[in-house]
């Protein structure tokens, strides 16, 4: 507990202590009036800027003034097409659901605690809805995958919900197969008591008698299930870098756009909430920037997607080492931004991997396996943080901050035995019991190795008279 009150804290602090810097990226405007796309200047090695201290980032200038006279020393100049690469790519479904992964999509849906979603995911296996919720595995086991289509099967005759019914009606029609026996979503050895959450098929008798909530997430676990048996989304990306050079000089400027589209949408027809609507999505240059003039998030996408939907046949028609015309350079304002605070969900996904908030679903259960608590500890242990008052959850956000009185807690520790505050001893507490579990050590030699621990550093706290 004291460790995760650390994380909180420190997350805190670092975001208090935070200043942004501005900072003045370049992008210039290729093609005709009609028909251009937008490419981001880059730095390189061959580029005149390169380790230049006029630079704030490989994309970006400290000053406007450096900006300025940068774009100024690139007009008369020709611009060709260097690289052009087309590639295709396939994104199956995501793993299945654990505890973690469903309290942290129910706190970002539903904006909802960790310790309530496991109480209507309890509810819902009490009433033989789905299987047991406190499972820390996203897999299946290779018994469970050889009955599968009893599961299907289930909800294909006694789930009423329209929308799952379409789902399931296109598997049918297009032939999905549901052997599952080869694929990621099967693997025993990643399975310790329990297998993943999914539907059972069962106790539709009971679904009506759910409230609306209750509902939403049942619907959330079948889908995330059914998501794994229809192929995979394909996309097809475009990365295009516009070369500048000047005939009498030896530097070369580098602009970059990189463009990815949808053309089978996959299992995105399940987990998606517009299946229909066709996706882009640009690939950005420069991590954790802001640009100056996004009003919010919803904005910025919806504008950066027509920008996309228009200009991605003129990316389509582009050649490596044609000509190509510059119509304008404009400097772009952004500024570094703070790291987020966690919320109710992402910190049980923190706890879950030792501390390290990890996007990368397939990442974070490659190195699953030295966590803080278990499935079935973790929301108690933010429900106690925030009954002590250590720590506050907006009712509305689930975004957690820390209290005064829970600072004041974590100075004391951390000036008299700062190791506690560390996610990664704890996680190495966590993956000596889960060995002593295994038989992989024994457990005399475990407890030898902590008491001696313990001791030492109680030993340094005590005054000796």
Known sequence: MTCVLGMIVSREREIRNFIKTKYYRIQGIFGNKDSNFVAEWKVNEKSKMFENPKLYNESGFKREQDAKEFIESLHGRDAIISELKKTKQKENAPLLFNLAEIQNECTKRFKIKPDKTLEIIQNLYEKKLVTYPRTDARVLSTTVAKEINKNLNGIAQKFNDEEIQIIIKKMIDEKYSTNLLNTKYVNDKKITDHYAIIPTGQGYENYEKLADLEKQIYKLIVKRFLAIFYPAAEFEKINVTVKIKENNESSEENFITSTKICIKNGFLDVLRQKPNKQSTEKTQNVENTVDKDEKNVEEHD????????????????????????????????????????????????????????????????????????????????????????????????????????????????????????????????????????????????????????????????????
């Open 302 to 465: 919806n504008k950066q997607g027509a920008v996309e939907n228009s200009n991605l046949d003129v990316l389509k028609s582009l050649k490596k080492g044609m000509e190509i015309y510059i119509q304008n350079f404009e400097i772009k304002e952004a500024e570094t931004a703070p790291p987020t605070r966690y919320n109710s969900g992402s910190i049980i996904l923190a706890m879950e991997n030792a501390g390290k908030l990890i996007e990368d679903e397939e990442l974070r259960e490659q190195i699953k396996g030295a966590g803080i608590g278990t499935s079935a500890t973790r929301s108690e242990i933010i429900k106690k943080l925030e009954k002590i008052k250590y720590i506050e959850i907006n009712g509305k956000t689930q975004i957690i901050v820390p209290t005064e009185k829970g600072e004041a807690i974590y100075d004391i520790v951390n000036n008299c035995m700062p190791d506690i505050l560390n996610p990664k001893l704890t996680a190495s507490w966590e993956k000596g019991l889960d060995m002593v579990s295994k038989k992989e050590i024994e457990a005399n030699i475990f407890m030898n190795k902590l008491e001696n621990y313990i001791k030492s550093k109680f030993d340094k706290l005590v005054v000796k008279w």
